[in-house]
C-alpha cells in the first residue's frame, strides 16, 4: 500500500498487513491471532509492530524485556504506571466505584480544582467517559444555545468518533464524509500569508462564515484543537487566534477548544494550550491524559451556556465521572504540580527543539521544526520536489528510530510531519537519548 493511500485511510505510520510475512515467527502469530478476533478496524504502528506488556515512567518494555524510549504517548502524562495514580486507583477500588448521581466529596473536589486551572469565566464542568463525548456534548450545546448548525474546523482536524465528531473530523479520511453543515479552512501555518499571518487566518474563518450562510447554515461553533496537531502541529504565532474568536462571537457562533491533546500544561507555561493566545473559549473539552490512561474526559462551560440545555435536556453518562476515574484524574492534577511538569514540558522541550533544529541545520529534508512545549512537529519536504511535502521519507525515519528503540509518529494532511509528544515526564536525559538517536538515523543512510 503506497503511503498515499495509507493516508487517505487514517493510517499514518500504520502497519501493512501486506508486510506479515515479513515479521518475525512469533510477532507474526501474535499479529495473526490478534487480527482474527479484532477485526480490520484495529490497526497497528510501524513497519514492525511493537508489543508492550509493561510501562514505567518513559519506557514500554516488550515480552522480551526490550525497552523503548515512549516520545510519543501523552495519554499516561505523568508517565506510565505512576506509582502515586496506582495508589489513587487502587485505594478508592477498596471504597467505592460508582455515577455522579450520588452525593460525593470525590467529584466535587476535583471538579472545583480542575475549574481552578481555568479562567474565572469557565464554571461548569460535565464529565464523559472519552474525549469524542466531551466534544459531541459541546456540539449539542452549542447547537441549543445558537439555534444553529453550522460548524468550522480545520482542513485535517481529529475530534473523535461519535457520528456528530465524526462528521467534523476531515482527518479520518475520504471514506467518512464531512457532514453538510461543516465548512474547512487551511491550518494556521504562517508561511501562507508571513506578512500579516492573522488577518489571513481571520479572513479564512470570515470566508467559511459566508460559504455557510450561502447553503442556509448560521454558525454554531468553530471547533478547534488549539495546538492544530492533526494538522501538522501549528503553535505560533501566539495571539493567532484573537482575530477567530472576535470573528465567530461577531457571526452569533460560539468557540470549542479541543485540549484533549494540548491541555494539562503539555504545551508549556500555563495549563491550556488556548492560554498561549490570549483567548477564553466559550467550551474547552479535555480528556486523554486526564486520567493518565484511565478513562474520563469532560467539557468545560462557560455557566449561561447550560441554563437552557439543563433545563430541557436530560444528559447523564454512567461512567463519565466514576469514583475510580475521579480519583485517578485529581492525582493527576497533584502530580502535575508536585512534579512541576508544566514547567518540565517547557524546559525539556526547549531542548528537544533546539536540539534538532541543530542536528537538522543545512538539511534540505527538514524544512520546519515547530511546536510549543513537549509537542514537538518536524516537517519533512521533498528534495527532488521543492515545496512538495515527504511523507515516505517521514515515515522511514519513523520506523528506524523504532528500530533505535524510539517510539514516535507522524502527522499532517500528507503525513510529513514527524510528531514528538512523549509524557511530560519526559526529563532532560530522555531527550538527550532521543537527539543521539535522532542524529545516528539523519546522518545514516535509509
Known sequence: MNSANSISQGMTNGFDRGRLDTLPVELRDKVERRDRVLGPGYRLFYDVPVEVVRGSGTYLYDSAG???LDAYNNVPCVGHAHPRI?????????????????????????AEDLLSTF???????????TGSEANDLALRVSRKVTGSEGIIVTANAYHGLTAAVAACSPSLGINSPLGPHVRTIPPPDPRMSPSNFPTYFATEVHRAIAELRR???????????????????FADPQGILAPVIDAVHAAGGLYIADEVQ?????????????????ITPDIVTVGKPMGNGLPIAAAVFKPHLLTDF?????YFNTFGGNSVSIAAAHEVLRVIRDEELIINAEKVGTILRDGITQITSGDPRFTDIRGAGLFIGV????TEHPGSPDPDTATSLVNRLRDRRVLISASGRHGNVLKIRPPMAFRSADAERLLTQFELVVRSEP
Open 66 to 68: 526490550t525497552e523503548y
Open 86 to 110: 496506582v495508589d489513587a486507583v487502587h485505594r478508592q477500588m477498596q471504597l467505592v466505584n460508582t455515577n455522579t448521581r450520588y452525593v460525593q466529596d470525590l467529584v466535587v473536589n476535583y
Open 119 to 129: 479562567p474565572d469565566e469557565l464554571g461548569n464542568v460535565t464529565f464523559t467517559s
Open 215 to 233: 447553503h442556509g447554515y448560521g454558525l454554531s461553533a468553530f471547533l478547534a484543537d488549539s495546538i492544530f496537531s492533526s494538522d501538522g502541529i
Open 262 to 278: 494540548p491541555g494539562f500544561g503539555r504545551t508549556g507555561a500555563q495549563w491550556w494550550g488556548f492560554q498561549r493566545h490570549g
Open 310 to 314: 439543563g433545563r430541557d435536556i436530560r
Open 379 to 382: 516537517e519533512m519536504g521533498s
